[in-house]
């Protein structure tokens, strides 16, 4: 599915992200950076050693040994990835419990990539489904919230281009009416 929010294209795929070829992707990552299962395995799986390598150069200087916390975002290079760079940020573990909280902590990882995109000049980006895996937020929820989040950026700060890609036929099917729904809201 294709759609239009203020002159920049929002897609819906299904598909391997590590395949996709915008100027970056995003990583759902862990707070330590060190790579791990799902996508964020896979991405440092195709990107090469040098992902890693930049990962703990940034945990130790810009993060001064810390974790990278809940929504916020960090920037690498993409090594061997079509894509030029990775963005990597953190999604909110679901337990069922702080609903709202645990959503705007999703919301934030959307906006927060857009921004990092946008003040590195990057026009185009790819989106997994971030938290949707391991960290078991359910699908439908986090579509609405990821999609809210996107389009509110797009609205206000457009690129050119952003990609959601979704590993699963059902998880595409959900993605796709939850921006039904969005766009038809207005
Ligand atoms: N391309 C696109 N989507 C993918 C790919 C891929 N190659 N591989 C998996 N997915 P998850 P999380 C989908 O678990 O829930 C890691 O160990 C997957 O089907 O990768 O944010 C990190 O290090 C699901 O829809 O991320 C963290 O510890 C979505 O990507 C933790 O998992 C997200 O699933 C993060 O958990």
């Not at 799986?45 to 974790?67: S, V, Y």
């Not at 909110?92 to 702080?98: A, E, F, T, V």
């Not at 050119?160 to 099917?173: H, R």
Request: net charge neutral; proline share 3%.
């Amino acid at each position: 599915m294709i759609a239009n929010v203020n002159g920049c294209v929002l897609e819906l795929v299904t598909g391997d992200i590590t395949r996709q070829e915008t100027e970056a992707i995003v990583n759902a990552a862990n707070g330590s950076l060190m790579g791990g299962g799902g996508v964020d395995g896979a991405i440092h799986r195709a990107a090469g050693p040098e992902l890693l390598e930049e990962c703990k150069k940034i945990r130790k200087e810009q993060l001064k040994g810390e974790f990278l916390p809940t929504g916020e975002a960090v920037i690498t290079k993409g090594y061997r990835l079509k894509a030029k760079y990775v963005i990597h940020t953190v999604g909110p573990i679901w337990d069922g419990r702080d609903r709202e909280w645990k959503m705007e902590q999703l919301a934030d990882c959307y906006r927060n990539s857009l921004k990092l995109a946008k003040e590195k000049g990057i026009k185009s980006i790819s989106f997994p489904s971030i938290s949707t895996g391991a960290y078991r937020f359910p699908v439908d929820l986090a579509a609405e919230v990821a999609l809210t989040a996107i389009v509110g950026f797009l609205r206000t700060d457009p690129l050119e281009k952003v990609v959601m890609t979704l590993f699963s036929k059902e998880d595409y099917q959900i993605y796709e009416r939850a921006l039904h729904k969005l766009l038809e809201e207005g």
